[in-house]
């Protein structure tokens, strides 16, 4: 579900970015395999990198029910797991003025649009019919790292700063929709009591 809601991303900025080209800027990889000297930096030169650098699971919207009431059933199962995604766009160009125009198109990108759903992005209701998958909702929100934070960023990456920036990618809810046990529901109690 991840990389099939972030490569529908990548398309589309694609698309806003050079609509008639068919060499994307684009590409989803890991930004760490531009830095650490192996064969596959020689393809990322002169392109726009997105790569995520985290994943939490948002406890804020984590729902604590544990079942589903169907018709005359109660099916018991762990809940859906929320999770948030802190993506990096970075410009690996030599052209310091071409990285920085296309970081500004990735910006421009998202102060057009920051919510995609299937209802306005086509593209993203083809993903959940042909991957069999339910993205509902998937919201871009800007961060802002000071200097310590960035600078802590690009170290963990294992490389020196490019033109980048950081969105905040909310509302993947993963759900293996396993139910774990079935059972009717409690309609009445009888008993009696003691009075102690």
């Keep these: 579900m991840i990389a099939e809601a972030l ?3 990548v398309e589309l900025i694609n698309t806003y970015i050079s609509p008639s080209s068919t060499d994307d800027p684009l590409v989803l990889t890991n930004i760490s395999k531009f830095n650490d000297g192996n064969e596959f930096s020689g393809d990322l030169n002169d392109k726009l990198i997105l790569s995520i650098v985290n994943i939490e699971e948002d406890r804020v919207a984590k ?3 544990n079942f589903i009431k169907e018709n005359s059933l109660v099916r018991y199962k762990n809940p859906a797991v929320p999770i948030n995604l802190t993506v990096l766009f970075a410009a690996t160009h030599t052209n310091y003025d071409q990285a920085i125009m296309l970081i500004e198109r990735v910006i421009r990108f998202f102060q057009i649009k920051t919510v995609f759903t299937p209802d306005n992005t086509p593209e993203i209701h083809d ?3 042909v991957n069999d ?3 509902e909702k ?3 929100e800007w961060m802002n790292l000071n200097l310590e934070q960035v600078h802590q960023l690009w170290t963990t ?3 020196h700063y490019m033109p980048s920036v950081i969105y905040k990618v909310r509302m993947f809810m993963i759900d293996e929709h396993i ?3 079935e059972a009717l529901p409690i309609k009445n109690v009888d008993g009696k009591y003691n009075q102690i």
Excluded: D, R, T
């Design 63 to 65: 729902s604590p029910e």
């Design 179 to 181: 139910v774990q046990k």
């Design 157 to 159: 990456l294992g490389g």
């Design 7 to 9: 490569n529908v991303i």
């Design 127 to 129: 993903a959940n019919e």
């Design 133 to 135: 998958i339910a993205i």
């Design 138 to 140: 998937i919201l871009f």
